[in-house]
């Protein structure tokens, strides 16, 4: 059924309806909305026995969702930005311990200087983290990854993470196709824990591990989320079949069938490169667009396979890691080498900075670009700011 | 569906991880010896029947003291308990009243008439006992018990010996010693009265062994200068008239001096002021902290009213008068030395209590037997004299002269006899060290005075002290420390932090050694000192 | 404070004094000899265990016992148990204790437990947090004053004047100084929770009472208890349990209960001894009997047990002038 509801609405239903036993809200914008919103609902008594706890910290908030999810019981949170930070050894605690939690992360910048609006900053400081990280491109597709997510992570027995845009998403009003909890609980089957604490079989969760297994360990943690890959196209399909919708799965391929030219993204930018690309297709350009749903596990072969026939591919990207640029476009390079496809990083929308379709329009273009385009920079600013740090630093020698 | 690998780990899986090779010191429970125990002449279990006392049971309890010592009815009035003295309670809040609980377990056997099981087995072989007193009853019953025939002859009118001439009414009433000969007689045990053996050479080639226990017979000799006409009698034969011809004493004297500091000293004292004295003063050459008798027996004499005089000697008695030498004692060197000074009371009665020594005429004839410098019989470990196939022990020996005494020599010569004879040789046992007051941790303890006992003053000859009830036996037994041995505390096992103490549901304790990490908490725990730590590398 | 043996001797017999009893924590765990904290959460698990009838789950912050008592392959517990981090035990614990409200199952009881550290630092946001929302969990610290898992560093509960690897004394400087350190155990009964404690493995029986009654107690639950560590405060270790008692006999670790906020009962010391008697057999104190130092060294920690003894009214004598 069709509602018009803020993106942070529409995910708190869409959380609600996957009959969470658990969920931990602390607030940080620009998440707050979610978690304000199931609140309401598990008050409301739309979501029967589940218990809603105001925590102290994020911290506290995935610790208290591990301490729920190790007891048997399907939880949830919801954080952004400082708050990932804050609770980042939780994060990879949650997925050593192949607890199969969700977390909604509302994409945001971090600091210093503080900084509320969105990037990718806090989601690529958790790539390496062990959990799936799924990115939303629509307020619909965030819905519907989120029924995902609670399947995907139970069935992998690991976390995953929803990636939705601060802002853009979750303060953005837009139609949005709720399913029926009927639905839902055809797609969603109650939870089964692989292994939980219980009176009746007790075991020890969360053992120290010596050098002659860690390694094993975390090995097998890899070959379980690349394992995973097909997991998410499966549910991606079952969704599809359930649903009618594209929703999830490894990536959502745009006009790629002979495109010279492809553009490779993360979240809710693709909408907007999607419509410059319409409008560039249309004077007779080729391009397409991988808006990538499945940052982790990350679709290799699947992804090679798309883009190994265009000339050129452009990633567009809301983070980049400071002392060596654009991160997805790294892995996007690493991955073509020995193809001959010329990978041009763009890093744009860095604290909430605008993506324009006209400079996305001038930048993919312009074929002569070098290789690392940070769009949108204001280089009257920096040429201004840049020559005297710079001379500051070199003063002197070096003792 | 399969657990995650290494991060989720079945329970109790470390079970078979040997933390016991860690280990440099191990612990291990000892039996020590407790000090109650080495101390009894009579080479009492006194832990282990003070222990089943704790627990109600009193049957058993009296079943362990009858092992060692066949009165405990009469031990437990007229011993002089050297136990309580080295009790390690004694350091904490007052010595456990092993005594009294020994005297109510004994009383309570007599009151429900608990018989020893029938001796089934015979030696064939006759031994005599010659002297019914203490020693020579507790030979026989020993001696009995492995099947021997004994005959013990006792010059007396009735057996006893020193429980019955040497002791007053009031402390030990006929009936108990009654009853207690009445069950050794009952182990077939043949006691032959009014007849005295004068000499050993009468009766030595009519029995395979003989056990000679005369006691010391004759009153000591003191540097007192009694004048003709004077009323000095013996202790021993005012209490041998008593009980023998009451009459004799009916114009007792009204002012009584006894001489001595021990207890008979106090048992004549207080005699005599149950046979009609107005004034009883005993007479002690050094102070009251020094006198042998029991601190109770004096606190008891002073109640009734009697009168001590320290640091007098008497020099001499002239007819109703005697002159005393006061005297100085030098704490430190135990030197006694006359002041000079003098005094002289008006008396009517004085009674001598300054011990007894052995007639040494009844071993005439018999050369073999070795007579020392101070008239006491030597003997070996066996308790045989010079002779051979004859054995002595009591008072006539070297030695402490008790009652106690006389039944550990008797256990001790009934060993010796017994071997003589033919029987199994006895395995010398080897005695574990001592458990001393530091080797315990008494914060375990409750400070917890010794259960007491109302003392009645009663000038009669009727018996004044009464028992303990049940349950004050099991609340004083419950005092003992158990000093050496495990008594079931369970805090070994309780402190241990790598639960490498195993106790079993009947409540035995074992150290696990593929666990125990030897940090010695259990012994530094152990309230009564029944673990030592030693070391592994021995 | 009147002692008795374990077992049946003067005295109830203890949990751990029975046969059967629980083992919660299983021998052959990796805790070095002499470890109080073994033995004390041996103690207050089997404790709780034996009150709700095994129905408990036990969350643990990471630390000595953590440690000592988890690595593959080779667990010490027999209880269900879950380790996740050093500072969130409870929050874990909230989760877990969650999860059973959500599923209806309210007999099963959740414990959480970490050392001084966890609980006195890392873990106090989350444990503020917990006793905050009042959740059904109890919380045990194992105070052994300092940081003895990464080899005996400074933490909040470390006692003024005690030497660690990172308050090493020297010629002008005595150790954790003074004025430093906070009372955890107020700070929780400043919460209003409905239960608070301190025991010391030196009156387990003092010790088990307080766990089987805080255990059924809803709500949020503090219990610390006293670990001597013999590597930590340097003593023998066979001398566990006596330094535990000789800390509460002096003063400086008073054993009392909360409830809502208001102290309602201490257990008394019958025969109070000056700190030094507990100061000195430590090596952790050595520093304080020096040549060159001043008695007012030991009188910082003396007002201390003084302040004790007073506040929680330990002494019969004084309360009964």
């Not at chain 1, 959380?15 to 199931?38: D, F």
């Not at chain 3, 981090?85 to 204790?97: E, H, I, K, R, S």
Request: glycine share 10%; charged share 20%; aromatic share 8%.
């Amino acid at each position: 059924m069709f509602h018009q509801l803020e993106g942070s609405q529409a995910i708190a239903r869409a959380v609600a309806l996957c009959r969470p036993g658990v969920i931990c809200a602390y607030p940080i914008t620009p998440q707050t909305h979610i978690v304000e919103g199931v609140g309401e609902l598990v008050r409301d008594g739309h979501l029967e026995h589940c218990e809603f706890i105001n925590v102290e910290s994020e911290m506290a908030a995935l610790s208290v969702a591990i301490g729920s999810q190790a007891a048997g019981v399907r939880s949830y949170t919801a954080t952004s930005s400082q708050g990932l930070l804050h609770m980042i050894e939780a994060v990879y605690n949650a997925s050593g311990l192949e607890l199969p939690l969700v977390m909604t992360l509302g994409n945001r910048a971090i600091g210093a200087p503080i900084n509320i609006w969105n990037d990718h900053s806090d989601a690529m400081s958790v790539r390496d983290t062990g959990w799936i990280m799924l990115f939303a491109e629509t307020n619909q597709e965030a819905v519907d990854l989120h029924l995902q997510a609670f399947l995907i992570a139970e069935k992998v027995s690991c976390p995953v993470m929803v990636c939705v845009d601060g802002f853009i998403l979750t303060h953005a009003y837009e139609r949005v196709d709720i399913p029926s909890q009927e639905e839902v609980d055809e797609f969603l089957p109650p939870y089964t824990p692989r292994v939980s604490l219980d009176v009746d079989d007790p075991v020890a969760i969360g053992a120290m591990v010596s050098p002659d297994y860690f390694f094993e360990v975390r090995y097998l943690a890899h070959r379980r989320q690349m394992d995973s890959l097909e997991i998410i196209c499966c549910v991606a399909e079952s969704f599809w079949k359930k649903f009618g919708r594209d929703s999830g799965g490894l990536f959502h391929e745009y006009h790629t069938d002979g495109a010279e030219t492809i553009v490779v993204t993360l979240g809710s930018v693709a909408g907007t490169i999607k419509d410059v690309v319409d409008e560039l297709n249309a004077s007779g350009e080729k391009f397409g667009v991988i808006a990538l749903t499945s940052y982790r596990p990350f679709p290799a072969d699947s992804l090679k396979n798309s883009l190994k026939n265009a000339a050129r591919a452009i990633v567009v990207e809301k983070a980049f890691a400071i002392g060596i640029g654009g991160i997805l476009f790294q892995e996007i390079e690493l991955l073509m080498k020995n193809i001959n496809v010329k990978i041009v990083s763009v890093v744009a929308g860095i604290g909430g900075r605008s993506i324009t379709k006209s400079m996305l329009r001038e930048c993919f273009l312009n074929k002569n670009s070098g290789e690392n385009v940070f769009l949108g920079l204001n280089e009257d600013i920096v040429a201004k700011e840049y020559v005297p740090m710079k001379s500051h630093s070199c003063e002197g020698n070096v003792p | 569906m399969p657990k995650p690998f290494a991060t989720v780990l079945e329970t109790a899986t470390s079970l078979g991880n040997n933390t016991g090779s860690w280990r440099t010191m191990r612990p291990e429970y000892v039996n020590e010896l407790p000090p109650c125990n080495a101390t009894c002449p009579a080479g009492e279990n006194v832990q282990l029947w003070l222990s089943l006392a704790m627990a109600g049971k009193f049957r058993e309890a009296w079943e362990i003291i009858m092992r060692d010592n066949p009165f405990p009815a009469i031990m437990g009035r007229v011993c002089y308990h050297s136990c309580e003295k080295t009790c390690n309670r004694g350091l904490f809040d007052g010595a456990v009243n092993i005594n009294m609980i020994e005297k109510s377990i004994g009383d309570i056997a007599l009151d429900s008439g608990w018989i020893l099981p029938r001796v089934t087995s015979s030696s064939g072989k006759k031994v005599c006992v010659v002297g019914g007193g203490p020693g020579g009853l507790a030979a026989a019953y020993f001696l009995a018990k492995l099947g021997h025939h004994i005959t013990v002859y006792e010059a007396h009118a009735n057996p006893g010996g020193m429980m019955r001439y040497g002791v007053p009414r009031y402390r030990l009433p006929s009936k108990i010693i009654d009853a207690e000969v009445k069950r050794i007689k009952d182990l077939g045990v043949k006691i032959v009265c009014n007849k005295k053996i004068s000499h050993l050479k009468d009766i030595i080639n009519d029995f395979d062994a003989v056990y000679i226990s005369i006691g010391a017979q004759v009153a000591s000799k003191s540097d007192t200068v009694i004048k003709k006409g004077s009323c000095v009698i013996d202790a021993m034969d005012l209490f041998q008239k008593l009980e023998d011809n009451p009459a004799d004493l009916a114009h007792f004297g009204k002012k009584v001096f006894v001489y001595g500091g021990g207890n008979t000293a106090i048992d004549a004292a207080r005699t005599a002021l149950r046979l009609g004295a107005e004034s009883v003063k005993i007479i002690y050459r050094r102070t009251i902290n020094n006198m042998p008798a029991h601190e109770t027996e004096i606190s008891d004499a002073l109640m009734e009213g009697i009168e001590i005089l320290c640091l007098r000697t008497i020099n001499t008695v002239d007819g109703d008068q005697i002159l005393l030498d006061k005297m100085n004692y030098d704490e430190e060197f135990g030197i006694l030395s006359k002041t000079g000074e003098t005094e002289v009371w008006q008396v009517d009665n004085i009674i001598f209590a300054v011990g007894q020594t052995l007639d040494t005429t009844f071993f005439d004839g018999i050369s073999d037997i070795l007579i020392s410098e101070n008239g006491a019989i030597e003997v070996d470990r066996n308790m045989m004299t010079g002779a051979t196939g004859v054995f002595a022990g009591g008072d006539i020996v070297p030695g402490k002269r008790s009652v106690t005494n006389a039944v550990g020599h008797a256990k001790k010569a009934a060993k010796g006899i017994d071997e003589y004879l033919g029987g199994a040789s006895e395995v010398p046992i080897v005695k574990n060290a001592v458990a001393h007051f530091k080797k315990l941790n008494t914060i375990y303890f409750k400070k917890d005075k010794r259960t007491n006992i109302l003392r009645p003053l009663n000038l009669s000859f009727e018996e004044i002290l009464p028992s303990y009830t049940n349950d004050e036996i099991s609340r004083e037994a419950s005092r003992c420390f158990s000093c050496g041995n495990c008594f079931h505390c369970d805090n070994c096992y309780g402190h241990c932090p790598d639960n490498a103490i195993r106790k079993q549901q009947n409540g035995s304790l074992t150290v696990n050694y593929d666990h125990c990490k030897g940090c010695g908490i259990c012994a530094a725990e152990c309230p009564c000192g029944a673990i030592r730590m030693v070391s592994e590398e021995k | 404070m009147s002692n008795f043996p374990l077992g049946n001797i003067g005295g109830t017999p203890t949990v751990q004094s029975d046969f059967a009893r629980p083992n919660s924590l299983t021998g052959g765990h990796r805790g070095c000899q002499g470890c109080g904290e073994a033995l004390g959460a041996r103690c207050a698990i089997d404790a709780a265990h034996q009150t709700t009838g095994g129905k408990i789950l036990v969350v643990n912050a990471t630390g000595c016992l953590e440690v000592f008592s988890c690595c593959f392959p080779e667990n010490s517990w027999s209880v269900p148990w879950l380790h996740s981090l050093f500072g969130n035990a409870p929050a874990v614990a909230t989760g877990v204790a969650a999860a059973l409200r959500s599923r209806g199952q309210d007999s099963i009881r959740v414990i959480a437990q970490g050392g001084d550290g966890a609980t006195y630092d890392i873990g106090m946001g989350c444990l503020s947090g917990m006793f905050d929302r009042n959740d059904d969990v109890l919380y045990i610290c194992y105070d052994n004053q300092a940081y003895m898992n990464t080899g005996v560093q400074r933490s909040g509960a470390t006692p003024p004047l005690a030497r660690t690897a990172t308050t090493l004394p020297n010629k002008s400087y005595l150790g954790s100084d003074p004025q430093t350190g906070k009372n955890l155990p107020e700070i929780a009964m400043a919460h209003g929770i409905p239960y608070v404690a301190t025991a010391s493995i030196g009156n387990i029986r003092d010790l088990e009472q307080k766990v089987s009654r805080a255990i059924n107690i809803r709500g949020s639950r503090y219990i610390q208890i006293h670990v001597p560590c013999p590597l930590g405060w340097g003593y023998p270790t066979a001398e566990t349990i006596r330094i535990a008692r000789l800390a509460v006999q002096c003063g400086l670790y008073p054993l009392f209960e909360g409830e809502y906020g208001k102290l309602v009962g201490s257990t008394p010391v019958e025969e109070p001894i000056p700190v030094e008697s507990y100061l000195r057999p430590q090596r952790r104190f050595a520093h304080l009997f020096g040549k060159n130092v001043s008695a007012n060294a030991v009188g910082v920690l003396q007002n201390i047990a003084n302040g004790n003894m007073e506040k929680y009214r330990l002494n019969w004598e004084i309360l009964d002038a």
